[in-house]
């Protein structure tokens, strides 16, 4: 591998090449997505070079799997199975990254960001771009993970950037040159223009995605590259703009584009590049063949699914593991979480408080998977039984009394296992609210309190059916109950736990 950290664009001069794409799906597959999904690279010889396509992570280093790992897509341990089967064929892989690998800031974004780039190198990735929310991570904590860990450099040993670098100091270079397969592979990365409007920290320098690049174009014509691939962390429209400012590239990988990557590359008019997409939260991987059996190279792309065909990888089961031990030895406060007041002002109770009146619905609520939430991520049975109740992003929907969107704790909800047993499952003030005044009042622990402010509190803890989908919402989104939207499926959920009796 080539490194050239003074360099900071992207684009490398090869000779010109027709590249006839022979997809790997045709016409009528490309009409039925699952099925075509589900036929990997029929037809498929053996390519010079097979291309990972990786991208926008995005926090998801693992699916969720509260709602079954079947039905749910991505993660690192399934990346790197699909990874090993590719080398088992015999495959020359190069593993690429979009980047964007976190999408929070703060102590636990940056342990899961150092876990995750220890996920990369330990599956050989040989580049990966930047994204504007890993770079809302501090300097400090983007060194440590960027650093070549054999301390043999201050350049980072896989991240590119073609236009920004951290203190100006050369740390991440702007383009890497892979020589594998009998060819010598180019690839860049970017940071596209309102991206880079995205990154505010003084500590990262920037210059314009276009004046970058041109200004690599005067010294990179020396590599004479056999395929260039640029990584651009841009829109579709910026992506395309690049293609046609520099027509070297044969390869556009963006992460523009919304949901799921298309089935086809698409044709850039006017070039010979051809661009796919990243899709989002890890939950697709692409896979290029460079095929160059003939009187001209031939490329094929297949989009493939990461789901439960692929098994977890030991390897990464175990950095799953030691991210998980991270979160615990740091708790709660060394990640920077205090309890905040709950909008309302009122205060947790517990569910058992609410059964003491409430008992026909107490009952019901034991019956469901909401009491076992705790459960469900303290001592789980999918994915070598790794606990997660130290992992903020778990037991906010897996206990009573936190914000399930904003990963933070109220006054009086959830602490700990052991602290807080009364707020273990996910309990009955998770879609009530806070219960403290309604049980003071209904216990006659109030003094001379009127009857109308008793009802009054009675009303603040109703919520009406009409309003409860968008409060299971809060739990059940896109990213962790895939199913929860479609038409019809709130009436089923609800029949699991519903609750009308007025005791």
């Known amino acids: 591998m080539i490194r050239k950290s003074s360099v900071v664009a992207v684009i490398f001069v090869v000779p010109v090449m027709l590249l006839c794409w022979q997809l790997a799906l045709s016409e009528e597959t490309t009409k039925k997505a699952v099925s075509s999904d589900a036929k990997l690279f029929q037809g498929w010889g053996k390519p010079d070079v097979a291309l990972l396509i990786?991208?926008?992570?995005?926090?998801?280093?693992?699916?969720?799997?509260?709602?079954?790992?079947?039905?749910?897509?991505?993660?690192?341990?399934?990346?790197?199975?699909?990874?090993?089967?590719?080398?088992?064929?015999?495959?020359?892989?190069?593993?690429?990254?979009?980047?964007?690998?976190?999408?929070?800031?703060?102590?636990?974004?940056?342990?899961?960001?150092?876990?995750?780039?220890?996920?990369?190198?330990?599956?050989?990735?040989?580049?990966?771009?930047?994204?504007?929310?890993?770079?809302?991570?501090?300097?400090?904590?983007?060194?440590?993970?960027?650093?070549?860990?054999?301390?043999?450099?201050?350049?980072?040993?896989?991240?590119?950037?073609?236009?920004?670098?951290?203190?100006?100091?050369?740390?991440?270079?702007?383009?890497?040159?892979?020589?594998?397969?009998?060819?010598?592979?180019?690839?860049?990365?970017?940071?596209?223009?309102?991206?880079?409007?995205?990154?505010?920290?003084?500590?990262?320098?920037?210059?314009?995605?276009?004046?970058?690049?041109?200004?690599?174009?005067?010294?990179?014509?020396?590599?004479?590259?056999?395929?260039?691939?640029?990584?651009?962390?841009?829109?579709?429209?910026?992506?395309?703009?690049?293609?046609?400012?520099?027509?070297?590239?044969?390869?556009?990988?963006?992460?523009?584009?919304?949901?799921?990557?298309?089935?086809?590359?698409?044709?850039?008019?006017?070039?010979?590049?051809?661009?796919?997409?990243?899709?989002?939260?890890?939950?697709?991987?692409?896979v290029v063949g460079i095929f160059r059996d003939g009187t001209e190279d031939k490329l094929r792309y297949q989009r493939v699914p990461l789901d439960a065909r692929f098994e977890d990888s030991r390897e990464m089961l175990d950095l799953l593991a030691a991210y998980q031990d991270k979160l615990k030895e740091q708790g709660l406060q060394g990640l920077g979480l205090t309890p905040v007041r709950h909008p309302s002002g009122r205060k947790y109770v517990g569910s058992e408080a609410c059964g003491d009146c409430h008992t026909q619905a107490y009952e019901k609520w034991l019956t469901t998977p909401h009491h076992h939430a705790t459960v469900a991520i303290s001592d789980p049975n999918e994915r070598s039984e790794i606990p997660r109740h130290f992992d903020p992003e778990c037991i906010s929907c897996h206990v009573t009394g936190w914000n399930p969107q904003q990963f933070i704790p109220y006054d009086s909800g959830y602490l700990g296992l052991e602290q807080s047993v009364v707020m273990h499952g996910n309990g009955c003030e998770n879609c009530h609210g806070p219960g403290s005044a309604h049980v003071a009042a209904e216990n006659g622990e109030l003094d001379d309190l009127a009857d109308e402010l008793i009802e009054t509190y009675r009303e603040q803890m109703r919520l009406p059916l009409s309003d409860a989908r968008a409060k299971c919402l809060e739990c059940h989104d896109l990213d962790n109950d895939p199913h929860f939207h479609e038409e019809g499926m709130f009436d089923k959920y609800w029949e699991q736990v519903a609750h009308p009796w007025s005791d």
């Open 54 to 286: 990786t991208g926008r992570q995005h926090g998801y280093i693992e699916p969720c799997g509260c709602t079954g790992l079947a039905n749910q897509r991505g993660g690192l341990a399934r990346r790197y199975t699909l990874l090993k089967q590719l080398r088992a064929k015999g495959w020359d892989v190069v593993s690429l990254d979009a980047g964007n690998q976190v999408r929070r800031f703060g102590a636990q974004a940056a342990a899961k960001f150092q876990s995750t780039v220890d996920g990369l190198r330990e599956m050989d990735y040989r580049a990966v771009g930047l994204g504007p929310d890993d770079l809302r991570l501090s300097a400090g904590e983007l060194y440590a993970a960027l650093a070549d860990p054999e301390g043999q450099s201050t350049e980072s040993d896989i991240f590119i950037c073609a236009n920004v670098d951290l203190f100006g100091a050369g740390i991440i270079g702007g383009f890497r040159v892979i020589e594998t397969g009998g060819m010598k592979i180019g690839v860049a990365a970017v940071l596209g223009t309102n991206e880079l409007k995205r990154v505010t920290q003084s500590e990262v320098t920037k210059r314009a995605p276009m004046e970058a690049l041109k200004a690599t174009m005067a010294e990179i014509k020396k590599f004479d590259c056999d395929f260039q691939v640029l990584l651009s962390h841009a829109s579709l429209d910026e992506s395309r703009l690049f293609a046609k400012a520099f027509p070297q590239l044969d390869l556009v990988v963006t992460t523009g584009g919304a949901g799921e990557p298309t089935f086809r590359p698409e044709e850039i008019a006017g070039t010979k590049a051809v661009m796919i997409q990243a899709g989002t939260k890890g939950m697709y991987a692409g």
